[in-house]
């Protein structure tokens, strides 16, 4: 059974109190430095933009005829004056923009932020603190805070119990303090700071989580499962696939275009021609 880890805490005035307990996930002492090293790594290698570019010989405009016959001027040969021993000719081997991005199993990503977190706390470098609540930004009292502690001149992690607004606003400006939640922070934020501050009620959040959803590290990756077809059910109660409903959905649709067939001509009302013939006689 690994020994319970402590931390000093203070309260929100910056007064010294009883050593806190820490849970044992993560604080277990443990020191991965493998892992550290390849979240560090990955970390740095992801910040880089990698649109650095350069032109070879090739690619430089000019330089299509030869600046001076072969021989007899005396001088070295040359076939052009983009060579890239000339001034303002190309690169040999230049860089080229590319993509230096790193990604880290789930699994290492947990245990290099675990190891950072018991690098802290084994040299003494972890604080805890009270809740800090803030109605308006107040930069003044957080300083005041961090002065009371001893760490005000020093690089600061300070992890807070979910979202906090007024306090994130508070240190924007303070140089090397950085105002995160408890489990959204990397291994490299951690080891960056020279001390590591966080609130006592973000020690109860469950690990690998920020308090309501859960992290990259512990982000489930399989995709989701595909939604079964929806099936119709005639009358007569046999089931139809999707494909089969749709056949029959067009034929009835074909059979409704179907042009109509032309009405037949009326036929001539014989009684009304006699009628019309005889008032011709009398008249």
Request: proline share 8%; charged share 35%; hydrophobic share 30%.
């Amino acid at each position: 059974m690994t020994e319970t880890l402590t931390a000093r805490y203070y309260t929100a005035d910056g007064k010294s109190g009883d050593d806190r307990p820490l849970p044992g996930e993560p604080f277990d002492g443990r020191v991965h430095e493998e892992s550290l090293y390849a979240a560090v790594k990955a970390y740095l290698a992801n910040q880089r933009r990698g649109t650095a570019s350069a032109k070879t010989r090739d690619q430089v405009r000019g330089g299509g005829r030869k600046p001076w016959r072969q021989k007899g001027t005396g001088r070295a040969r040359h076939g052009s004056i983009r060579s890239p021993i000339w001034r303002g000719g190309g690169v040999i081997f230049p860089p080229i923009p590319k993509s230096h991005r790193q990604e880290l199993p789930r699994k290492v990503k947990r245990l290099a932020r675990r190891s950072a977190f018991n690098a802290r706390v084994n040299e003494d470098r972890l604080v805890v603190v009270a809740d800090l609540e803030m109605e308006r930004p107040r930069t003044r009292d957080l300083v005041k805070l961090l002065g009371k502690i001893g760490i005000a001149e020093e690089k600061v992690l300070i992890l807070t119990a979910g979202p906090k607004e007024m306090v994130k606003l508070s240190g924007r400006n303070i140089p090397n303090v950085e105002i995160m939640p408890y489990g959204v922070e990397s291994a490299y934020d951690v080891l960056w700071a020279d001390r590591v501050v966080i609130e006592e009620s973000a020690l109860e959040t469950p690990w690998g989580t920020d308090g309501s959803t859960a992290t990259e590290a512990d982000a489930d990756d399989e995709p989701a499962a595909p939604e079964p077809e929806e099936t119709t059910e005639p009358e007569s109660g046999t089931k139809t696939t999707k494909a089969e409903a749709k056949k029959t959905t067009k034929a009835e649709a074909e059979e409704s275009d179907e042009p109509d067939e032309p009405d037949e001509p009326d036929e001539p009302d014989e009684t009304a021609e006699a009628e019309e013939s005889e008032e011709a006689s009398d008249a």
